[in-house]
């Protein structure tokens, strides 16, 4: 079963606006969080985006003049402190030169959200389509499906008390690293997907194990050790008809994308695929 991460999961065909830029308010630093790639406080000012280089702590803010046209608004704001010389949008600027700065662009009507390589005294470049619509259609071309479940394997027998050791094999659609390139109206995204965590739900009623990686593989010298990254262990014996636990294992992909060409531009978006298997579960037969 496939199912969208974000809210803004479904294709949004919204264009992005010339941008006519307006002071920030004099509002002051706000911090946003982790934005994209790296953690930044996102700091307003009156200043037009472009005019402020690419390292001199000052923020500003643009917001597209779209309220009269019908199209979305976007807003971008330049990151205080800028992101680090191996992000995306840094390349893109050292590629153009390095004289300008990374801004976030925010686009509430249409939910994208992203970073982008503004030059200096330019505004920002106006895409005639959206480009994280782009960066979608690039993961659909890539056919991500859910985890390749290796341990529990179907056909073992496990014991109640015992450490499972969970682990999944890792090909390009199942695990990643997969990239996939998509142009519309234009635009040309190419978008690098990875699983980041693996959700096991063992079926039992206990909470989900996450695993922030593939877990590692059992090997008999291990003997009865836990696994040190993606492991469970069950208390009691399923009572489904065929006797077995049905679970699932839920893996979260997060997809990196960048506009190539032009002035660029950069985002992050994520996407869920679950695989199902089950586990056969008994306790130990002792012999008086």
């Given at each position: 079963m496939l199912r969208r991460a974000t809210a803004a999961a479904a294709l949004l065909a919204g264009v992005l606006a010339p941008v006519a830029h307006t002071d920030g308010g004099g509002s002051g630093g706000v911090c946003h969080g982790t934005s994209m790639y790296v953690k930044v406080c996102a700091q307003a000012s009156t200043s037009v985006p472009g005019t402020g280089g690419s390292g001199d702590g000052k923020g500003s803010a643009g917001t597209s003049s779209a309220a009269s046209s019908g199209v979305p608004k976007c807003t971008y704001e330049k990151l205080t402190p800028q992101p680090p010389a191996e992000n995306l949008a840094m390349q893109d600027g050292k590629r153009q030169g390095g004289k300008g700065a990374v801004y976030r662009v925010w686009c509430p009507d249409t939910g994208r959200f992203g970073v982008v390589w503004i030059p200096d005294g330019t505004?920002?470049?106006?895409?005639t389509i959206d480009p994280e619509v782009v960066a979608r259609r690039a993961v659909d071309a890539m056919k991500l499906v859910g985890p390749k479940v290796a341990s529990p394997r179907a056909g073992g027998k496990y014991v109640i008390g015992m450490p499972m050791w969970m682990w999944v094999d890792q090909t390009p659609t199942t695990y990643g690293p997969e990239t996939a390139t998509a142009t519309a109206g234009g635009v040309t995204v190419t978008a690098t997907a990875k699983v980041s965590t693996i959700s096991w739900n063992m079926g039992d009623g206990t909470e989900p194990v996450v695993c922030n990686g593939p877990g590692t593989k059992y090997d008999?010298?291990?003997?009865?050790?836990?696994?040190?990254?993606?492991?469970?262990?069950?208390d009691t014996i399923s009572t489904t008809d065929d006797g077995r636990f049905h679970c699932t294992a839920t893996a979260t992909w997060t997809v990196d994308w960048r506009v190539m060409g032009g002035a660029g531009g950069t985002g992050q978006l994520t996407e869920v695929r679950e695989s199902t298997f089950t586990v056969n579960v008994r306790e130990v037969q002792v012999l008086n």
């Amino acid at each position: 079963m496939l199912r969208r991460a974000t809210a803004a999961a479904a294709l949004l065909a919204g264009v992005l606006a010339p941008v006519a830029h307006t002071d920030g308010g004099g509002s002051g630093g706000v911090c946003h969080g982790t934005s994209m790639y790296v953690k930044v406080c996102a700091q307003a000012s009156t200043s037009v985006p472009g005019t402020g280089g690419s390292g001199d702590g000052k923020g500003s803010a643009g917001t597209s003049s779209a309220a009269s046209s019908g199209v979305p608004k976007c807003t971008y704001e330049k990151l205080t402190p800028q992101p680090p010389a191996e992000n995306l949008a840094m390349q893109d600027g050292k590629r153009q030169g390095g004289k300008g700065a990374v801004y976030r662009v925010w686009c509430p009507d249409t939910g994208r959200f992203g970073v982008v390589w503004i030059p200096d005294g330019t505004a920002p470049a106006t895409p005639t389509i959206d480009p994280e619509v782009v960066a979608r259609r690039a993961v659909d071309a890539m056919k991500l499906v859910g985890p390749k479940v290796a341990s529990p394997r179907a056909g073992g027998k496990y014991v109640i008390g015992m450490p499972m050791w969970m682990w999944v094999d890792q090909t390009p659609t199942t695990y990643g690293p997969e990239t996939a390139t998509a142009t519309a109206g234009g635009v040309t995204v190419t978008a690098t997907a990875k699983v980041s965590t693996i959700s096991w739900n063992m079926g039992d009623g206990t909470e989900p194990v996450v695993c922030n990686g593939p877990g590692t593989k059992y090997d008999t010298s291990f003997g009865q050790a836990m696994s040190p990254d993606c492991g469970h262990v069950y208390d009691t014996i399923s009572t489904t008809d065929d006797g077995r636990f049905h679970c699932t294992a839920t893996a979260t992909w997060t997809v990196d994308w960048r506009v190539m060409g032009g002035a660029g531009g950069t985002g992050q978006l994520t996407e869920v695929r679950e695989s199902t298997f089950t586990v056969n579960v008994r306790e130990v037969q002792v012999l008086n």
